[in-house]
């Protein structure tokens, strides 16, 4: 029987046949959910796509500009303010495949939006959290650790939506575009963080970034989805989880390529 080598590109070309084939009009989940954006459209979303992304490290930010006034106003030593710090990180690293696989069931529009309201939320409340608790370290470990959950999601949606709505030859540059989002929102909650926190105190660096979040959803949901593609039950998301068909994948051969371990040692 002859071998069959497969590789990394192998299968990624699969899938990238299957978004293309998918994207002029043969659903997988719906007509309307696969057709390819129009320039306009395009241009569009990248932009709120781009500012969401902003937003994402804009909130993702506010902890660290304000830890050492925390860490003052709460007498926490660095061992404590490490833990709050690092718990966004054990939250982040467990919903990279579910948010995935949940985007190509129902949707990275829907997964973006529903994610970016609860952690949007969860900024604008946590200095409520903490002056309300007499145990602020526990609920804002915890918070962070929810935060982590729900941003992890982010970028396997985005892959995902742009698989379905972005032409191949246009799917770069949006993605690279978009993906700009981390390097400004840094820089901008930076420069905006580090005044609010001098003026303000630290809760106005969380309300900032919160409600601008926030602000963020209620506007994509009003302008850009209608009122079917923002909504998510718990049927969808039951369905999400279920799996309609098994695909077999020669997990082995793809281990013994060197590319694949340049990319595990790069993310490491």
Same mark, same amino acid.
């Given at each position: 029987?002859?071998?069959?080598?497969?590789?990394?590109?192998?299968?990624?070309?699969?899938?990238?046949?299957?978004?293309?084939?998918?994207?002029?009009?043969?659903?997988?989940?719906?007509?309307?959910?696969?057709?390819?954006?129009s320039?306009?459209?395009?241009?569009?979303?990248?932009?709120?796509?781009?500012?969401?992304?902003?937003?994402?490290?804009?909130?993702?930010?506010?902890?660290?500009?304000?830890?050492?006034?925390?860490?003052?106003?709460?007498?926490?030593?660095?061992?404590?303010?490490?833990?709050?710090?690092?718990?966004?990180?054990?939250?982040?690293?467990?919903?990279?495949?579910?948010? /995935?696989? %949940?985007?190509?069931?129902?949707? *990275?529009?829907k997964?973006?939006?529903?994610? &970016?309201?609860?952690?949007? #939320? $969860?900024?604008?409340?946590?200095?409520?959290?903490?002056?309300?608790?007499?145990?602020?370290?526990?609920?804002?470990?915890?918070?962070?650790?929810?935060?982590?959950?729900?941003q992890?999601?982010?970028?396997?949606?985005?892959?995902?939506l742009?698989?379905?709505?972005?032409?191949?030859?246009?799917?770069?540059?949006?993605?690279?575009?978009?993906?700009?989002?981390?390097?400004?929102?840094?820089?901008?909650?930076?420069?905006? /963080?580090s %005044?609010?926190?001098?003026?303000? *105190?630290?809760?106005?660096?969380?309300?900032f &970034?919160?409600?601008?979040? #926030? $602000?963020?959803?209620?506007?994509?949901?009003?302008?850009?989805?209608?009122?079917?593609?923002?909504?998510?039950?718990?049927?969808?998301?039951?369905?999400?989880?279920?799996?309609?068909?098994?695909?077999?994948?020669?997990?082995?051969?793809?281990?013994?390529?060197a590319?694949?371990?340049?990319?595990?040692?790069?993310?490491?």
């Amino acid at each position: 029987m002859a071998a069959v080598r497969v590789s990394g590109t192998d299968v990624l070309l699969s899938v990238q046949r299957e978004a293309e084939d998918s994207c002029p009009g043969e659903p997988t989940m719906t007509a309307n959910a696969n057709a390819c954006w129009s320039g306009s459209q395009a241009r569009v979303w990248t932009l709120m796509l781009l500012l969401g992304t902003c937003l994402l490290y804009c909130t993702r930010v506010t902890m660290p500009i304000c830890a050492v006034a925390m860490s003052e106003e709460f007498s926490w030593n660095k061992k404590q303010s490490g833990i709050v710090l690092g718990s966004f990180f054990w939250g982040y690293c467990f919903t990279q495949v579910i948010g /995935g696989h %949940l985007s190509d069931k129902i949707g *990275g529009e829907k997964i973006l939006l529903l994610s &970016a309201s609860a952690w949007g #939320l $969860l900024t604008t409340i946590t200095p409520l959290v903490a002056h309300m608790t007499s145990v602020p370290l526990l609920f804002l470990t915890i918070l962070r650790f929810l935060m982590g959950l729900l941003q992890g999601v982010h970028f396997p949606a985005l892959a995902s939506l742009f698989s379905r709505k972005v032409q191949e030859n246009e799917r770069a540059f949006r993605c690279c575009t978009v993906g700009c989002g981390s390097q400004v929102g840094t820089l901008v909650i930076g420069a905006v /963080g580090s %005044l609010l926190l001098d003026q303000y *105190g630290w809760e106005s660096v969380f309300y900032f &970034a919160g409600l601008c979040t #926030l $602000l963020w959803v209620y506007w994509m949901c009003s302008h850009l989805l209608s009122e079917k593609e923002h909504t998510v039950s718990l049927e969808d998301i039951a369905k999400g989880f279920s799996s309609s068909r098994q695909i077999h994948v020669s997990w082995k051969p793809l281990f013994r390529k060197a590319s694949v371990w340049a990319v595990k040692s790069f993310c490491l």
